[in-house]
Antibody
Framework: EVQLVESGGGLVKPGGSLRLSCAAS????????MKWVRQAPGKGLEWVSS????????YHADSVRGRFTISRDNAKNSLFLQMNSLRAEDTAVYYC?????????????WGQGTLVTVSS | QSALTQPASVSGSPGQSITISCTGT?????????VSWYQQHPGKAPKLMIY???KRPSGISDRFSGSKSGNTASLTISGLQAEDEADYHC??????????FGGGTKLTVL
């Protein structure tokens, strides 16, 4: 069974930093592209970042480019999101999600999410 | 990238059919047959219901179907059931490896 478990969320002050982690199991993590998607309270979903299976390709949404960095450790079956210079508008539940083999335009498995709150 | 446009809410009675629309532009929905739909119950993770516009993942009921016309995609749920009550999110590929989502639609089963 595919499992994605996020951790690392919490309360942080504006301008602060946080590192999210996503532990993957139940599939060959190193073969799959992965993404972070967030959902602000009461709002829709927003794609944040993508990373290819070997980390050769990395993309970030305009809203986070230059502040967030996605990375992965295939030996540890883990996905990360380093978030710097956090703003109030970054407050959201952050989900890690898997793109199916050979496709990056949809997400076939999602974690339960971790809440990030940016507030003074 | 602007978000796709979905109605905030739709409702239907058990057994009826409902359709949720998702409107974008020629740069996303209209330019690709790569729309996906996700179901999200309160406090839960999103679940893939439709991909590549019309395809259902294994295990998803055939009561769920997807379609597209021009810059608008649609999700139809037939034979509404109480457990279908949830939020539904559309998503489209928008070029340059980016994805754009809609604002979500709350489905109420009366």
């Amino acid at each position: 069974e595919v499992q994605l478990v996020e951790s690392g969320g919490g309360l942080v002050k504006p301008g602060g930093s946080l590192r999210l982690s996503c532990a993957a199991s139940g599939f060959t993590f190193s073969s799959y592209s992965m993404k972070w998607v967030r959902q602000a309270p009461g709002k829709g979903l927003e794609w944040v970042s993508s990373i290819s299976s070997t980390s050769s390709y990395i993309y970030h949404a305009d809203s986070v480019r230059g502040r967030f960095t996605i990375s992965r450790d295939n030996a540890k079956n883990s996905l990360f999101l380093q978030m710097n210079s956090l703003r109030a508008e970054d407050t959201a539940v952050y989900y890690c999600a898997r793109a199916p083999l050979g496709a990056f335009w949809y997400l076939d498995s999602w974690g339960q999410g971790t809440l990030v709150t940016v507030s003074s | 990238q602007s978000a796709l446009t979905q109605p905030a809410s739709v409702s239907g009675s058990p057994g009826q059919s409902i359709t949720i629309s998702c409107t974008g532009t020629s740069s996303d929905i209209g330019g690709y047959n790569l729309v996906s739909w996700y179901q999200q119950h309160p406090g839960k993770a999103p679940k893939l219901m439709i991909y590549e516009g019309t395809k259902r993942p294994s295990g998803i009921s055939d009561r769920f179907s997807g379609s597209k016309s021009g810059n608008t995609a649609s999700l139809t749920i037939s034979g509404l059931q109480a457990e279908d009550e949830a939020d539904y999110h559309c998503c489209s590929y928008a070029g340059s490896t980016t994805l754009v989502f809609g604002g979500g639609t709350k489905l109420t089963v009366l």
